[in-house]
């Protein structure tokens, strides 16, 4: 249970995610699907086919993913930076996909029925 508040803290807000070499695999894994899942038609033969996403190639998801399961903790710490410096270039539909994905969200956010809240009721003194 430890590590699953540690790993709720590390977001405060979708402008702040600090990753670890962890939830960086975790995310990178999850952006690869939500970029596989986008298609485009293209005609084949005279006939329309739905190709799925290859954004994920170009922005060498695969290359990063290897990099953050290596065993040389250099190489993991290079797959972390690059990693760091693509986020902030996807746009804040797909990271919050990712995010939904990977299970983070941030917990001031949510509704007050929503069991994650763990909010306490404003206690009123008058009462």
């Given at each position: 249970?430890?590590?699953?508040?540690?790993?709720?803290?590390?977001?405060?807000?979708?402008?702040?995610?600090?990753?670890?070499?962890?939830?960086?695999?975790?995310?990178?894994?999850?952006?690869?699907?939500?970029?596989?899942?986008?298609t485009?038609?293209?005609?084949v033969?005279?006939?329309?086919?739905?190709?799925?996403?290859?954004?994920?190639?170009?922005?060498?998801?695969?290359?990063?993913?290897?990099?953050?399961?290596?065993?040389?903790?250099?190489?993991?710490?290079?797959g972390?930076?690059d990693?760091?410096?693509?986020?902030?270039?996807l746009?804040?539909?797909?990271?919050?996909?990712?995010?939904?994905?990977?299970?983070?969200?941030?917990?001031?956010?949510?509704?007050?029925?929503d069991?994650r809240?763990?909010r306490?009721?404003?206690?009123?003194?008058?009462?």
């Amino acid at each position: 249970m430890d590590g699953y508040w540690s790993f709720v803290k590390q977001v405060a807000t979708l402008d702040n995610e600090e990753f670890d070499i962890e939830t960086a695999l975790d995310a990178v894994a999850a952006l690869n699907r939500v970029l596989a899942a986008r298609t485009h038609r293209r005609k084949v033969m005279g006939q329309e086919v739905l190709i799925p996403g290859q954004l994920g190639e170009a922005l060498q998801l695969p290359q990063i993913i290897r990099r953050l399961q290596s065993k040389q903790a250099r190489q993991r710490e290079q797959g972390l930076e690059d990693f760091q410096e693509l986020w902030p270039t996807l746009s804040p539909a797909t990271r919050e996909k990712v995010l939904d994905r990977i299970g983070w969200y941030d917990p001031k956010s949510l509704d007050w029925e929503d069991k994650r809240s763990n909010r306490r009721p404003v206690v009123d003194p008058d009462h």
